[in-house]
């Protein structure tokens, strides 16, 4: 079976492996990239990233938002493939309008949904035209069940060709090592899609002077008074994160709401390097986390809530100490990369298989 993937990242192909990239931001020359390991064994993978360093680049990604030039690509190289894999609209919209144009819908296009198509928007432009785009009728791979439910309004014809698949996470990659940092201190994480204001509330009204709350990701707003024992940090490594995330208390991820995928990667992670997670309760995280098994949920934009839960943990370190115990065995038996790129396969094989056997007969 021979798979062209288009990610929405760059992802660089290397001639050995480099431990400081995680698996998805990197191309290993002769070795199987990311979940298609758990493919069968004959699989090829080549892959068509988003074309950084094209001119058009920015261009596409703030005014199109879509990779043109990069499912132009693809479509000229389609019929060397069994499948065109896209992760995420921004690879897939312009190579499923493409594929509007072809007598013989070949080879199979599966879309990784992750943002609901356009944010799960429902502009009546925007659906109009992705509407246009859809009517070739991609497979549809979803991490979250928010976004299936979402189609049965906009895009009717893709419900009963769409899947929902949870995140996994390379529980190899983010395995716990032993705490040697002496510091007590929880810790949030995330650049984007975070809803630290309410975090920040919660924590000044809390007064715990042997603990700090560290913030990786956030920048500080000019009129903004922060709390006392907070730390912000701009971006790291992502092994710096790891050893931050291995070192901490416990984690707090909190988060808006918004109808798609997001936010999971962090709190199944952190819960793979054995860390009790405190997650915000959305449509999205509702699909991963159950309480008291090595995490906890908050209500969206309640500080309060937020305040007890941090209270509670921080007073009841022998309940803290067990559920970071439950936190990855959980991800192990539910969410690792073994578990997604298998249940991948399970959904596309078969497919393929059929399509080939019509096409035989």
């Known amino acids: 079976m021979k798979v062209l993937f288009l990610p929405n990242w760059k992802v660089p192909v ?35 990233d988003f074309q950084e360093k094209n001119i058009l680049h920015k261009l596409e990604k703030k005014v199109f938002k879509t990779y043109i030039r990069q499912s132009i690509l693809a479509f000229r190289k389609r019929k060397s493939y069994d499948i065109v894999i896209s992760h995420g609209a921004q690879s897939g919209i312009v190579f499923s309008f493409l594929r ?12 990784l949904d992750i943002g609901g198509m356009n944010g799960a928007r429902n502009n009546w432009l925007e659906v109009s035209i992705l509407k246009l785009a859809l009517r070739s009728n991609p497979y549809i791979i979803c991490h979250s069940r928010i976004i299936i439910k979402n189609y049965k309004n906009t895009f009717k014809n893709l419900v009963n ?16 090592f032993e705490n040697s940092s002496g510091e007590k201190y929880i810790l949030s994480f995330g650049a984007g899609k975070r809803d630290y204001d309410t975090l920040l509330k919660a924590w000044n009204e809390l007064n715990y002077p042997n603990v700090k709350l560290k913030i990786i990701g956030k920048t500080l707003k000019q009129e903004e008074q922060l709390p006392p024992r907070v730390e912000l940090t701009d971006k790291v490594s992502i ?17 808006p709401v918004y109808n798609y995928s997001y936010g999971q990667m962090s709190f199944l992670q952190s819960m793979s390097l054995g860390k009790t997670v405190v997650v915000t309760k959305t449509p999205s995280s509702i699909d991963y986390l159950t309480d008291n098994q090595g995490s906890f949920f908050i209500e969206p934009f ?44 399970d959904f596309i094989v078969p497919n393929l298989m059929q399509r080939k056997s019509l096409h035989l007969r």
């Open 100 to 111: 509007n144009f072809c007598s013989k819908k070949k080879p199979e296009h599966y879309i």
């Open 161 to 176: 060709r769409s899947v929902f698949i949870p995140f996994g996470v390379d529980t190899d990659y983010f395995s716990p």
């Open 302 to 345: 309640d500080a309060d809530d937020l305040k007890a839960k941090i209270s509670f943990l921080l007073d009841n370190p022998e309940i803290l100490n067990q559920s970071n115990n439950k936190a990855r065995p959980y991800i192990l038996q539910n969410f690792s990369e073994k578990l997604m790129g298998k249940r991948i396969a």
């Open 239 to 255: 092994r710096k994160l790891i050893e931050e995330i291995n070192n901490s208390l416990f984690v707090v991820i909190p988060l």
């Open 14 to 48: 290397l001639e050995k492996d480099d431990d400081s990239i995680q698996a998805p931001d990197k191309y290993i020359k002769g070795e199987p990239y990311w979940f298609f390991r758990f493919f069968p064994p004959e699989t090829e993978v080549d892959i068509i």
